[in-house]
Each structure stands twice: as C-alpha cells, then as structure tokens.
C-alpha cells in the first residue's frame, strides 16, 4: 500500500506563509480528497481539515486546505511559534479500500 | 464533548496477544466510524484498521491483515483491536479515532502504548 507524498521538512520565519503539499493518485487524493491533520508530539493528532477542505468547528482561519487533480495542499499563513508540528495528509484509496497517510511534513517557524 | 479512552496497551513477547480497547463518549456512538492508528517510535502516523459506523464494513491495513482483528460494540459505546502473532515492528502507539464514514479521523484518543520485545 503506497502512501501519499509529503515534503519531510518545510521551514519559514515567524509571519511568513507556509505551503505543504501532499501529491497522491486518481484513487485516493483525486478520487476523494485528503484531510489534513497538526501533531505535536505528546499529544494526539488534531484535524484540521475534512476532506471537502473545511475546517472543523475551533480550527484558526489561517489554516486552508485545496485540492488540483491528485495533490491537496495546505497553506498556514501568519505563522506562529506553536504552529511548528507535524503535519499529515491521509485519504481512502477507494480501489483498494485502505486508509493512506503521508510520511508527515515537519513543519519549523524560525 | 467527544471523547475516546484508550486501553489494553502493554509489553508483549513476539508471538503474542494483546487486546486494545477503546471506550467513546459523547456521541451518536453507532453513526461513527471508528479507526485505529499507530505510530511507532521515531516514525510517521500508519493507518491499522477501520470500522464503519453500524458495523458496516471492516477494513484492515496488509501489515496487519490476518493478524488483527477490529470489533465494536454499540450498546456499550466500545471499539476493539484484537491482535495476534505480534511482531517487533507492530511497537508503537495506538490512537482511536472516530468520525463519519467518510471523514473517519475527526476525533482522537490519547493513545495506548504497545511494546513488542522479548
């Protein structure tokens, strides 16, 4: 079961704006999206965004997810020291009918 | 509020048998898909097994598949992950999640830690 790809390390400055990337196939990203999950270890995963690129209920408006063909991408803007975390992108290989993750992106605000 | 309680979590010999529990509340339990997801040390989150709500459909990553077995029961609000043959490489954290068929990974656990060693 292949996973999806995912950058292992992006880093900006305090402010700046943070684009991640998470490339798939027809059967997972471009059939059904992805969702978007922040980790900071010791604690468990967040979501930060539902398949349909919305944000649940608490979730800052600096986080938006999209989506173009078989790659979703999330853009963290205004960054801030505690956004620096790990980061996954995860979507249901429809053909296969198995859940693929990412190998995460470690996100660090310099 | 939703929340998922982990347990069972312990240090087993290659070989062996664990059973991880994971107790939901504060939700329509039986409307949730429940998902179970592991993250050994120094590694990345890897899917393990999913449940659709109602019972519908179990589903199982091939790293585990024929060794792990996912049940629920909706009358008590509870998810298991029944597993078997243990291996070195099934050490890691186990995290519940719930969520709709469809986006699955909405809610967290804490985790429950499993250690496979002699």
């Known amino acids: 079961q292949a996973g999806l790809t995912q950058p292992p390390s992006v880093s900006k400055g305090l402010g700046q704006t943070a684009t991640l990337t998470c490339t798939g196939n027809?059967?997972?990203?471009?059939?059904?999206?992805a969702v978007w999950l922040q980790h900071h270890q010791g604690h468990p995963p967040k979501l930060l965004s539902d398949?349909?690129?919305n944000r649940p209920s608490g979730i800052s408006e600096r986080f938006s997810a999209s989506r173009s063909g078989n790659t979703a991408s999330l853009t963290i803007t205004g960054l801030q020291p505690e956004d620096e975390a790990d980061y996954y992108c995860?979507?249901?290989?429809?053909?296969?009918?198995?859940?693929?993750f990412g190998g995460g992106t470690k996100l660090t605000v310099l | 509020e939703v929340q998922l309680l982990e347990s069972g979590g312990d240090l087993v010999q290659p070989g062996g048998s664990l059973r991880l529990s994971c107790a939901a509340s504060?939700?329509?339990?039986?409307?949730?898909?429940m998902t179970w997801v592991r993250q050994a040390p120094a590694k990345g989150l890897e899917w393990v097994s999913a449940?659709?709500?109602?019972?519908?459909?179990?589903y199982y990553a091939d790293s585990v598949k024929g060794r792990f077995t996912i049940s629920r029961d909706n009358s008590n609000n509870m998810v298991w992950l029944q597993m078997n043959s243990l291996r070195a490489e099934d050490t890691a954290l186990y995290y519940c999640?719930?969520?709709?068929?469809?986006?699955?990974?909405?809610?967290w656990g804490q985790g429950t830690l499993v250690t496979v060693s002699s």
């Open positions: 999640a719930a969520g709709s068929d469809t986006d699955p990974l909405d809610f």
């Open positions: 504060g939700l329509s339990f039986s409307s949730y898909a």
């Open positions: 449940i659709g709500s109602h019972g519908r459909g179990l």
């Open positions: 027809s059967n997972d990203v471009g059939d059904r999206g």
């Open positions: 398949r349909h690129n």
């Open positions: 995860s979507a249901w290989e429809s053909r296969l009918e198995v859940r693929v």
